[in-house]
């Protein structure tokens, strides 16, 4: 059975960095597409980072673009989620998931079909 459990999050004021991990358990994670997903009070979930079975390849929303990074390494079964300059913006609960992308940016996920519970990130003004 495949978990992901994400851990990191926690409440940070603006201009900060927070790390996020995704432990994963149950599936063979080389296999797999890994992305960040988010989700703010109130509005759609959202595809923040993504990284390939190759993890040279890498794929970022706009808005995170020169802020965040995402690396994984499939030795460890971990993926992370390094976030700099963080803005009030970018409070939401942060879910990994894994799956097959069909495009990049993955959109709201729908190719993915593993995820984690969440990790709240909270980014105070």
């Known amino acids: 059975q495949v978990q992901l459990v994400e851990s990191g999050g926690g409440l940070v004021q603006a201009g900060g960095s927070l790390r996020l991990s995704c432990a994963a358990t149950?599936?063979?994670?080389?296999?797999?597409?890994m992305a960040w997903f988010r989700q703010a009070p109130g509005k759609e979930r959202e595809f923040v980072a993504g990284i390939g079975r190759d993890p040279s390849n890498t794929y970022y929303a706009d808005s995170v673009k020169g802020r965040f990074t995402v690396t994984r390494d499939n030795a460890k079964w971990t993926m992370w989620l390094q976030m700099n300059d963080l803005n009030p913006e970018d409070t939401a609960v942060y879910y990994c998931?894994?799956?097959?992308?069909?495009?990049?940016?993955?959109?709201?996920?729908?190719?993915?079909?593993?995820w984690g519970r969440g990790t709240q990130v909270t980014v105070s003004s």
């Open positions: 998931a894994a799956g097959y992308a069909s495009k990049w940016p993955a959109g709201t996920g729908r190719d993915f079909g593993s």
């Open positions: 149950g599936m063979t994670f080389g296999s797999y597409d």
